[in-house]
């Protein structure tokens, strides 16, 4: 599955950015990660794409919101109340197994596909 990225941007503390991510074919879980300068990739949101049950991490819950248009194969991030450290490249992944991990946002090896990235950059 091939996934393409788009709708990142530099915004002031306080905006807001949607991210959008097309997948070329099936898949069962979609999320985004996150990767600041020197830290370690971390997921943010995702979603399973048959049911829409969603997972947030709490450092964006209330913020962001990952949503799903399964006609277009496409996942969105909404990101409001936008703070400096959401600077970082965001990454669209997918998972085409069945099962789930409760730490999904600490296992990237449990995503097979990857898009490119988009830059955010908030300033303050």
């Known amino acids: 599955v091939q996934l393409v990225e788009s709708g990142g941007g530099s915004v002031q503390a306080g905006g807001s950015l949607r991210l959008s991510c097309a997948a070329s074919g099936s898949t069962r879980y979609m999320a985004w990660f996150r990767q600041a300068p020197g830290k370690e990739r971390e997921g943010v949101a995702a979603?399973?794409?048959?049911?829409?049950?969603?997972w947030y991490v709490d450092s964006v819950k209330g913020r962001f919101t990952i949503s799903q248009d399964n006609a277009k194969r496409t996942v969105y991030l909404q990101m409001n109340s936008l703070k400096p450290e959401d600077t970082a490249m965001y990454y669209c992944?997918?998972?085409?197994?069945?099962?789930?991990?409760?730490?999904?946002?600490?296992?990237?090896?449990?995503?097979?596909?990857w898009g490119q990235g988009t830059q955010v950059t908030v300033s303050a």
């Open positions: 992944a997918a998972r085409r197994m069945s099962d789930w991990y409760i730490d999904w946002n600490r296992r990237t090896t449990a995503f097979g596909s």
């Open positions: 979603i399973s794409t048959g049911g829409g049950t969603t």
